[in-house]
């Protein structure tokens, strides 16, 4: 009887818009060898009250005009009316999305939690409800004439509902300590129609795998995808956790900081990326989602550590990439 291999588990990326034409240009190289490795989608980050919102269309136009990948919108509620969120998922879905990260999104600068900032949308469950809405009140259907009839009597084709992911946090939200807080808002938004989740970045395997058990337990089924970036310099572990307020992987920050070179620190780096994505994988996870700052030789590379795609040759590889000081990117949105 001959074994069945497995199919691999699929992976996605994380991308955020470009700020200058240098960095623009540098992105689309970056989205040409990341299209090329098969992911399953390719996510565009958002900025808060909409500050990239031109720049995020244009990058995930980029993507279903060049490449073969189906683009992820980011979207965040915080600030909006209902009908200006209605208006910008009508442009999204005018032009080809049809995929959604659905975020709550931070508070304005110079507010804090509990002003009067939150707009029509006070979660993102209430922004997936609006994007499902939306999409099935624009779905053109095909109209087909009745057997025997031209006119009376017409056939419609169900439409394909648009895949709605939202945000997960293993080791709870950042801004709120309510205990199973974190598990109670993951199913209040998969009952108001998400189709799966990403989770914030985290740095040990069993915040993940523990925190998938607790909402299995509390009745989450959809798929909850595990958020890892490949941190490849002191200075980024330190920024990283500023912003996601995890606990400090104390042996990642020590090999980091005996590293002698950027090229040591880098290997660190993908090789802790790997072994995590290499634990979790073993334990369940349905995927990888890999956040890349815009650069993808780190990401690459813990592909190719755990086996998802083929290593290149020596002479293939490239030289390590910089990432810029201060990306916009996925950690720095709230549910």
Not at 215 to 232: C, E, Q, S, Y
């Amino acid at each position: 009887m001959n074994e069945q291999l497995s199919a691999p588990a699929p992976f996605s990326f994380e991308l955020f818009p470009p700020r200058s034409p240098a960095a623009e240009e540098s992105l689309y190289e970056t989205i040409r060898v990341l299209a090329a490795a098969g992911p399953d989608f390719i996510s565009v980050t958002y900025g808060a009250n909409g500050s990239s919102r031109d720049r995020s269309l244009a990058v995930l136009r980029h993507l279903l005009e060049r490449t073969g990948v189906s683009p992820l919108a980011h979207l965040t509620c915080v600030g909006s009316s209902h009908a200006e969120a209605s208006r910008l998922v009508r442009e999204f879905l005018e032009a080809g999305v049809t995929d959604f990260l659905a975020l709550r999104g931070d508070p304005p600068k110079g507010l804090s939690e509990g002003e009067p900032f939150l707009g029509d949308l006070g979660s993102a469950a209430e922004l997936v409800q609006l994007i499902d809405r939306v999409q099935a009140e624009r779905e053109q259907y095909d109209i087909v004439p009745s057997r025997g009839s031209q006119r009376a009597g017409v056939l419609r084709r169900p439409r394909r509902r648009v895949r709605i992911a939202v945000a997960a946090f293993p080791n709870g939200h950042p801004r709120d300590t309510r205990q199973n807080q974190d598990i109670d808002s993951l199913l209040a938004k998969q009952t108001a129609g998400a189709t799966f989740a990403i989770t914030q970045l985290f740095f040990h395997a069993e915040d993940y795998l523990g925190f998938v058990a607790r909402a299995r337990a509390g009745g989450v089924t959809m798929p909850i995808l595990p958020g890892l970036m490949p941190v490849t310099s002191p200075a980024r572990l330190l920024r990283t956790l500023e912003l996601s307020d995890e606990r400090m992987p104390r042996e990642l920050a020590r090999d980091l900081e005996r590293a002698a070179s950027p090229e040591e620190q880098f290997a660190v780096g993908v090789d802790h990326a790997t072994r995590l994505a290499g634990e979790v994988l073993a334990g369940g996870a349905p995927g990888l989602h890999l956040y890349t700052l815009n650069r993808h030789r780190a990401a690459m590379a813990v592909l190719e550590g755990v086996g998802l795609i083929p290593s290149p040759s020596p002479a293939q590889t490239p030289p390590v990439q910089t990432p810029p000081a201060r990306p916009e990117n996925h950690i720095e949105e709230t549910i």
